[in-house]
């Protein structure tokens, strides 16, 4: 992959880690989508991880990056769309081995649980890491016959 266009959408948990992942994405040269939120206010995750979800169908980024307070709620309701193969992260080794062995098309974090050192490093392999294929291409074809 080229350097790909990451969309990025959180909670009022996760929007200031989103805002600052974003900038930095974008100095380092990505394209980047943000689909909000931008503000403390109350909002509910699932509505988010849906809308990363219709951005990354039609086209409009490659990658995502959905937050929340814990990561959990947003990335249950990610992967309820199947099109979305999201890996709630807590270190860079998870970042690495979820783009090689399950294609993740989205990275969760948890605002309340991760600092930025590892959030930005993980994002960075993230996004650096392609798909390793082989094998683990029939697990993911597996998966995608899932329900
Ligand atoms: C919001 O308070 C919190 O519940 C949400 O950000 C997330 O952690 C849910 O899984």
Redesign the pocket.
Known sequence: MSKPIIAFAA????YSLKDTLLEEMRAAGFGVVDLGTDSPQ?VD?PDYANILAKCLAAGEADLGVAI???????S?AANRHPHIRCALIHDETGARLTRLHNDANVIAF?A?VIGIEVARAALTTFVATPFEGGRHARRVEKLQQIG
């Open positions: 909670d009022h948990a996760g109350s995750y929340c307070g814990t990561g959990i709620g947003i249950m948890g309340r």
